[in-house]
């Protein structure tokens, strides 16, 4: 594995010839919330923009300090006291907002719920009553492994509101993953429900955390929320939410919070490695999600119907589900099930009948919906739609423009942020009234961050060089640390490079100085002393009219270092690559990147192993090519599914 090696000047000086470039459309440029005067304001004088963001939110006690930063250690507004739920609901109830609309809930077998923010008020204040009851105090962690409902949402700004600690599982993991994360979080309380809807059947969660707990003493009670009607077992430990929560008073009284108290546990997608804990804390995490929902999605509150895809078990689902859009006093989808249920048609079935006019999704799903084929939306009324965003990976153009034409209707900007779990919140991306968006470009820093392409030594690179991401200076929503382990928080992000923030992603500079991400360091291949990503060898890969979807890896080979093996889904199926297309797709990517970027074997598969975020865990399949037990799989979304690889491959061996 070419580890921590960058891309090379003379490949990448081959790679993205894209020239097309789209500008934003002149109506939403000329009553964009952020205008281009913003990146110079935030330059000028970075931490007076931060504190400017932080004036969003409602303050107990102003804070006395912007920043206080022992490098790797940064406190943000410290001395200041807010309450994040307050921040999300009660302020927009006292400003008259009771009525509007914050979740309009869609169950997947159709069943609706319309929540507004008067009614959340109340939902919440219930949720926080039971907890306290239930023996959760001020830094107690408490463990959330829910279907996409809304008390999922609740749950989590019940606990924000006592100051509790969430940390919210995927609802798709298995009895180890829970358990894993119980044991490093040592939660006390387990927020469930007895299922889920999921593929048009109830699928069940509560045996889950059964096995789970059953051997996890810390955990002293199991709330439940009744969401299938499905059986379950019960034990003492067990309390039914319609009993203990809905009998609550919907009363209240909120404690301020410390500023750095912390907010919330998240793991990690576990792509390259065992998940990590990263911890986020309130007012700093809150002021930039708060800001880059309404700066990157041109929010107008007021106006706007707003749906993020995500699920609430990944950071975007926490960041742009609950806290940036609730913060905003925004409208908001929350959608429980999966894109084919009960057809391929229902993501924009939902946009039509909300009328959406902001979406935000994974190119993942957005290369499912392409090769699903473009008459399912077109089936449908798109038109409410005014910016759609990208997120999880590198968004290859051929889906950016797919996306853009397809669901956009060439109208509609794209938004392609960068971020990470660890970051908080969107660090890099287009802003769609001021930036002309390239197919496959994050473009450039928003304002107050400050990013970079380093190289090898930590040096800038010039325009049209390639390296890794870094970032220069501290922002409100970093990570503070990794749950239990300071260690690996600094052995991680700030070893790499004296003073600068690692993500562990490549990435590129063009001739104009926008920013194009590569994906991970752990992700680049050596093949014959060249450096190439993955990203770009499946982008060629993609825009093959044969192949929907594309992952390569660098497989150890005697002649070259690595060889390269791609892994396809072929349009309309087929488990083998024929022959003659096996050297047409070379050809096609010899022509696109270069000889030295040709497969060496390229293998047809069903699926592939993707964790919950949609992203495409190379790491599985490089065990497979070169034929070694398939490492940890706890974070794949269907763990039956190296199995299934692996016996349609004998010829992987
Ligand atoms: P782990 O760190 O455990 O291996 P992970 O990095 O997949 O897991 P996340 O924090 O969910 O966990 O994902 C963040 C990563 O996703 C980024 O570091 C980057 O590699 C990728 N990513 C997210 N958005 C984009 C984007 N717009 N363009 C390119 N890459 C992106
Ligand atoms: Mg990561």
Redesign the pocket.
């Given at each position: 594995m070419a580890d921590s090696t960058p891309p090379s000047q003379e490949t990448l000086s081959n790679l993205l010839h894209e020239t097309r470039s789209f500008p934003p459309p002149e109506d939403l440029a000329a009553n964009a919330n952020v205008k281009a005067d913003a990146y110079a304001r935030a330059d000028e004088d970075r931490l007076a923009f931060w504190e400017e963001q932080a004036r969003r939110l409602q303050w107990d006690q102003p804070w006395d300090t912007a920043l206080e930063w022992n490098p790797p250690y940064a406190k943000w507004f410290v001395g200041g006291k807010l309450n994040a739920a307050v921040n999300c609901v009660d302020r927009h109830v006292a400003n008259g907002l009771g009525e509007r609309v914050a979740y309009y809930w869609e169950g997947e077998p159709g069943d609706t719920r319309t929540i507004t923010y008067a009614e959340l008020k109340d939902m919440v204040s219930q949720a926080a009553n039971a907890m306290t009851e239930l023996g959760v105090g001020k830094g107690d962690r408490v463990a959330i492994y829910m279907p996409m409902i809304p008390e999922t949402v609740v749950a989590m700004l019940a606990c924000a509101r006592i100051g509790a600690v969430h940390m919210v599982v995927f609802g798709g993991f298995s009895v180890d993953a829970l358990g894993q994360r119980l044991d490093d979080s040592q939660a006390k309380l387990v927020v469930t429900a007895d299922g889920g809807y999921r593929r048009g059947k109830p699928s069940a969660l509560k045996p889950a955390v059964d096995g789970a707990v059953a051997d996890r003493p810390a955990v002293e009670k199991v709330l439940v929320v009744r969401r299938t009607g499905q059986d379950v077992e019960w034990t003492d430990r067990d309390v039914w939410w319609h009993d203990v929560v809905e009998s609550q008073s919907t009363e209240h009284t909120p404690e301020a919070h410390d500023a750095e108290d912390p907010l919330y546990i998240?793991?990690?997608?576990?792509?390259?490695?065992?998940?990590?804990g990263?911890l986020h804390t309130t007012g700093g995490y809150l002021t930039q999600t708060s800001y880059t929902h309404w700066a990157v999605f041109d929010l107008k509150p007021e106006t706007d119907v707003y749906w993020c895809a995500a699920d609430i078990g990944?950071?975007?689902g926490h960041s742009y589900i609950v806290y940036g859009p609730l913060s905003n006093a925004a409208t908001t989808v929350l959608y429980e099930g999966t894109p084919d249920t009960p057809h391929k048609g229902r993501f924009w079935e939902i946009i039509e009948k909300y009328k959406v006019s902001i979406a935000y999704m994974?190119?993942t799903a957005i290369r499912t919906f392409m090769k699903w084929g473009d008459d399912i939306p077109a089936g449908f009324d798109l038109s409410s739609l005014r910016v759609i965003g990208?997120?999880?990976?590198?968004?290859n153009p051929e889906a950016y423009m797919w996306y853009r034409k397809n669901i956009g209707g060439d109208r509609a900007p794209v938004v392609?942020?960068?971020?990470?779990?660890?970051?908080g919140a969107i660090m890099?991306?287009p802003l769609p009234g001021v930036t002309s968006g390239k197919p496959g470009a994050?473009m450039r820093a928003i304002p107050g961050i400050v990013a970079d392409v380093v190289d090898e030594e930590g040096n800038s690179v010039p325009d049209g060089g390639g390296g890794f991401i870094v970032i220069r200076e501290p922002w409100p929503s970093m990570l503070r640390g990794i749950w239990g382990d300071p260690e690996r928080y600094e052995n991680t992000y700030w070893s790499r490079f004296e003073g600068l923030y690692f993500?562990?992603?490549g990435a590129k500079k063009d001739e104009d100085g926008d920013m194009w991400?590569?994906?991970?360091v752990?992700?680049v291949m050596l093949v014959s002393g060249h450096n190439l990503s993955t990203?770009e060898v499946e982008s060629a890969l993609v825009s093959h009219p044969r192949v929907a979807e594309a992952a390569v890896v660098g497989a150890a080979d005697k002649l070259t270092g690595q060889a390269i093996v791609g892994f396809v889904i072929l349009r309309g199926g087929g488990d083998e690559v024929p022959e003659d297309l096996v050297q047409e797709l070379r050809n096609h990517v010899g022509t696109s990147l270069g000889p030295i970027a040709k497969p060496a074997r390229l293998l047809a598969v069903p699926e592939l192993p993707k964790?919950r975020?949609g992203?495409i865990m190379r790491r599985l399949l490089r065990d497979i090519a070169e034929n070694r037990a398939i490492g940890d799989t706890s974070?794949l979304t269907d763990s039956s599914i190296m199995e299934v690889i692996a016996k349609q491959l004998p010829s992987a061996k």
């Open positions: 998240m793991y990690t997608s576990g792509t390259t490695a065992k998940p990590k990263i990944w950071v975007t994974a190119p990208s997120v999880g990976e590198p968004i392609d942020t960068w971020w990470q779990t660890e970051t890099v991306s994050a993500p562990g992603d991400l590569l994906g991970r752990d992700d990203t964790t975020s992203k974070t």
